[in-house]
C-alpha cells in the first residue's frame, strides 16, 4: 500500500490527487478537493490510499484505485501560491507499505 499524508497545499480552492487511468470499480481516476467525503486526520493532514485493493470501509472514501503494476502520480494544484511556484513547498513523499 502506497500512501500520501501532507496538510494542504499552498494552492487556490482546488487541487488533486491523479493517476492516468486505471479502469477501477469505483471509476475513480483523481481524489481532491471535489470529495466532499474525504476523512482528515486531527492534524489537518490527509491520508490517501493508493492502492489496488480495496482498504477497509473506513479507509474507502481516501482510497485512488490503482493498477497492479507500475503507474504515475500526479498532484494538481490550481492557482498555486508562490511557495509552490518558487520550490520551497513540495508534497510528502509518497510511502510504500506492506
Request: no cysteine; proline share 12%.
Amino acid at each position: 500500500m502506497a500512501s500520501g499524508e501532507h496538510a494542504q497545499s499552498p494552492s487556490g480552492p482546488s487541487r488533486s490527487t491523479t493517476h492516468f487511468f486505471a479502469p477501477n470499480a469505483l471509476n475513480r481516476y483523481s481524489l481532491g478537493t471535489k470529495n466532499k467525503t474525504l476523512a482528515y486526520n486531527p492534524d489537518g493532514s490527509l491520508t490517501i490510499y493508493v492502492q489496488n485493493a480495496r482498504p477497509s470501509d473506513d479507509k474507502v472514501n481516501n482510497w485512488l484505485p490503482a493498477p497492479t503494476g507500475d503507474f504515475e502520480l500526479f498532484l494538481r494544484a490550481y492557482w498555486p501560491q508562490p511557495e509552490i511556484m518558487d520550490g520551497k513547498w513540495a508534497p510528502p513523499p509518497v510511502e510504500k507499505k506492506s
